[in-house]
């Protein structure tokens, strides 16, 4: 496949995400012309078991990401506890000690800013449930760059703050509601794909 012809999305979530991941990679095809990218808060103490209870329910292939994976359509890639997850312009992970010491880890923002970088208008960034306000910075890089932003609404959240700090930042493109989430991501996986084989840019709507 060529290396410019899948898109991005990126997963990020703190309180609840367990849930609200495991309903969306249950719905998301095991051919989805996109690499996926998880970032749920986890503390550094505790080795994350995110990719084991996922599994179960993905039809995706689905691991937890290593130092210099490459992204790849049809992968999901789950950041580790105790490291900051990063993408270089060779759309490879690099992931980086987070410390012992908050703020959010690993770092939504963090993420979403090195992803814009490197793939601009293939991102697709969800900002799914979770305390706080990490990602709201991130999607605004990843609007800046002509990516894709989409939200979690209030009601299918089961903590909105996330989402609505990344609402308020009027950088979001779509809202919706937890369980539309998958088709939404296979329609603008679709969309991007597409632009990249015809060699237009994305309009926005």
Do not use: W
């Not at 814009?116 to 991130?138: E, K, Q, S």
């Amino acid at each position: 496949m060529d290396p410019e012809a899948f898109a991005v999305i990126a997963l990020v979530c703190s309180v609840g995400g367990m849930a609200a991941l495991r309903d969306v990679l249950g719905e998301l095809p095991a051919d989805l012309p996109a690499a996926v990218v998880v970032v749920q808060h986890l503390s550094p103490e505790r080795e994350s078991m995110l990719a084991e209870l996922l599994a179960p329910h993905s039809r995706m292939e689905l691991a937890t990401g290593t130092d210099g994976a490459a992204l790849a359509p049809g992968l999901v890639q789950i950041a580790p506890s105790g490291f900051h997850c990063l993408v270089t312009p060779d759309l490879r992970l690099s992931l980086v000690g987070s410390g012992p010491f908050p703020p959010y880890r690993p770092s939504a923002d963090l993420l979403l800013t090195t992803l814009a970088l490197a793939a601009g208008p293939r991102v697709i960034a969800v900002v799914m449930t979770g305390a706080g306000h990490d990602g709201a910075t991130g999607t605004t890089v990843v609007h800046q760059h002509g990516g894709v932003v989409v939200a979690t609404d209030e009601a299918t959240s089961t903590d909105f703050a996330m989402p609505a700090a990344a609402i308020a930042r009027e950088n979001v493109d779509r809202v919706v509601a937890l369980k539309d989430l998958a088709a939404t991501l296979v329609e603008l996986t679709g969309s991007v794909s597409s632009r990249d084989r015809g060699g237009r840019r994305r309009r926005r709507t």
